[in-house]
């Protein structure tokens, strides 16, 4: 007895390719218009009223004492908050990705909390914990040690604001790769540190890496929580984006939108890295990612 063809259409979804090319067109020319409008738009403008009163006049707002100072605060920041965020995401990272115990679900909330909260309060929070009105700020004072309007400080509030990036990059792909390589390498008789040195840290090199450029740029262009801790003093304790805002609110346009333009270029650079290792590693990337 031969089957009876169902008396119920099966539902037909239209695939994408589908659309005629007036639809398609139409969709990339709204996104194109929107991303040109939003982003292409406000850069260029960045780069035009930097160099308005000519290259001379850019270069000399670089070669200021205090914009030199918070270029270079600026990078001593970076170089202390991304290894240290390498070490602490990597660490947190494999404690989650690879162990189950309690109270796992409140550290991955505390590693998400600061995209929840506003970069201000972080800044307030260390305010409240080494302000002068604090325990810990006078009795460090009394040592000598100061961390509001110095530099610990603004390293503390950086460390804080760009904790997330580099665990966050992990602990997916860290999940997806299990433990099956780490327990084979103990089988063999490797060390802890051999097993993460040869299997583990090869394996998530690459959004290890990913992770170090995202938390390389923010570190870089943080406003909020440097700008309640710095105390603006200038000279010393201004970063880049702090440097910016005084330039501007003096009216001083060309320098102010002259130190923009290196931030917008660290921007494009991080951004053009990650591009390259994408083009150029693709491949390895996806399959650190399937493994």
Known sequence: MSAKPSSMAKPRFRDASTEGPLARLSLMAVALAFMAFVLLLPLVLVFIEAFREGVPAFFEALGD?????????????????????????????????????????????????PFSISPVISGLVYVLLFGSQSVLGPFLKSYGIEILF??????????????????????PL???????????????????????????????KWGLLYGVLLCN??????????????????????????????????????AAFAVSTLLALLALVTLALKTVLELRYGHAIAGSRKH
């Open 65 to 113: 004492p205090d914009t030199l100072s918070a270029i270079q605060l600026t990078l001593t920041v970076a170089a202390i908050a991304v290894p240290l965020n390498l070490v602490f995401g990597v660490a947190a990272a494999w404690a989650i990705a690879k162990f189950e115990f309690k109270g796992k679900t409140f550290l991955i909330t505390l590693i998400d909390l």
């Open 174 to 204: 860290m999940q997806e790769q299990g433990t099956g390589d780490e327990e084979a390498a103990l089988s063999l008789g490797a060390s802890g540190w051999q097993t993460f040195w040869y299997v583990t840290l090869p394996n998530i």
């Open 217 to 254: 740029a923010r570190a870089m262009g943080e406003f909020g929580a440097v700008s309640v801790v710095s105390g603006h003093v200038r000279g010393l304790t201004e970063t880049m984006p702090l440097h910016v805002e005084v330039l501007y609110n003096e009216y001083n346009f060309v």
């Open 150 to 171: 110095a530099v610990p400080g603004i390293v503390l509030a950086t460390v804080f604001v760009t904790f997330p990036f580099v665990a966050r990059e992990l602990i």
